[in-house]
Nanobody
Framework: EVRLEESGGGSVQVGGSLTLSCAAFGIVFGHHAIGWFRQAPGKEREQISSISKSDGSTYYADSVKGRFTISSDNVKNTVYLQMTNLKPEDTAVYYC??????????????????????WGQGTQVTVSS
């Protein structure tokens, strides 16, 4: 059974930085992707970044490009989301999610919330001015 555990959320002031971690357990397939999503109160869950463990390709939503960086530590089986220059509109519950595949996952297969089967419990990020 796949399990994802997020950590690293918290409160930060505008312009500050946070790094979220997503530790993955029980992934069997060699090809899988991990993504970060967020959901603000009253809004739909949105995808903000993903990484393919097949080839390292990445996806970023326009709202976070240039500010957020996704990376992976394959030894620790952990994916990180480094967030800089945080804004009040970044306030949300952040979730990591993943899916496995029998074939390599390319960049074009990273986008789409419907692809992701496994979800963590979420971690709150609050950005205050």
């Amino acid at each position: 059974e796949v399990r994802l555990e997020e950590s690293g959320g918290g409160s930060v002031q505008v312009g500050g930085s946070l790094t979220l971690s997503c530790a993955a357990f029980g992934i069997v397939f060699g090809h899988h992707a991990i993504g970060w999503f967020r959901q603000a109160p009253g809004k739909e869950r949105e995808q903000i970044s993903s990484i393919s463990k097949s080839d390292g390709s990445t996806y970023y939503a326009d709202s976070v490009k240039g500010r957020f960086t996704i990376s992976s530590d394959n030894v620790k089986n952990t994916v990180y989301l480094q967030m800089t220059n945080l804004k009040p509109e970044d306030t949300a519950v952040y979730y990591c999610a993943g899916y496995e595949s029998l074939s390599p996952i390319a960049e074009h297969s990273l986008e789409g919330i419907w692809r992701y089967d496994y979800w963590g419990q979420g971690t709150q990020v609050t950005v205050s001015s």
